[in-house]
């Protein structure tokens, strides 16, 4: 059972324009919901993240767009540079522990010139 | 400061053979994750442990995998009598107990010829 669900599994698009990748989860008991950004040959590292108490955290081109009734929530990379051409992986977590991530399955963003 | 480390960075054995994996967390954080990332897909949990407290080992796929944590800070994973689907990029994460923020190492890539 796949409790975090993400799309597109692939994503291209043209620098200057906007990115929006998609997650929507299962688990209610889920508090916490970080993106990461990882490239080739590296860990992933932590972009940014959402409390389901706020419906939209920006920080800098970045911005989570949360819906607690919907059960989804999303990444929207605006002004999109080739250096932004990443695997991107949304994830989940209980809230008041620093317990275990569930991630999606990532998105390859590839943005072209 | 320095982040999480991870050695070997690249392991390749033979089918049968058992391999360690060594993890070097950020200095002070007291929770340490163990995922998985196979081709292609998302991570998948295998193991975390926080401070003393008795690991939560919930997504170790068999009992060919074990991990223990020394001193409450370094980690090794051991996969032992390693069958090709353990091919794999293994990837260790720390975090402090109160911040829950996953910091990821850049990972060891396992393959099993």
Known sequence: QQQVKQSPQSLIVQKGGISIINCAYENTAFDYFPWYQQFPGKGPALLIAIRPDVSEKKEGRFTISFNKSAKQFSLHIMDSQPGDSATYFCAARKAGTASKLTFGTGTRLQVTL | ?113
């Open chain 2, 1 to 113: 400061g320095a982040g999480v480390s991870q050695s070997p960075s690249n392991k390749v054995t033979e089918k049968g053979k058992d391999v360690e994996l060594r993890c070097d967390p950020i200095s002070g954080h007291t929770a340490l994750y163990w995922y998985r990332q196979s081709l292609g897909q998302g991570l998948e949990f295998l193991i975390y442990f926080q401070g003393n407290s008795a690991p939560d080992k919930s997504g170790l796929p068999s009992d060919r995998f074990s991990a223990e944590r020394t001193g409450g800070s370094v980690s090794t994973l051991t996969i032992q009598r390693t069958q090709q689907e353990d091919s794999a990029v293994y990837l260790c994460a720390s975090s402090t107990r109160l911040a829950g923020e996953q910091y990821f190492g850049p990972g060891t890539r396992l393959t099993v010829t």
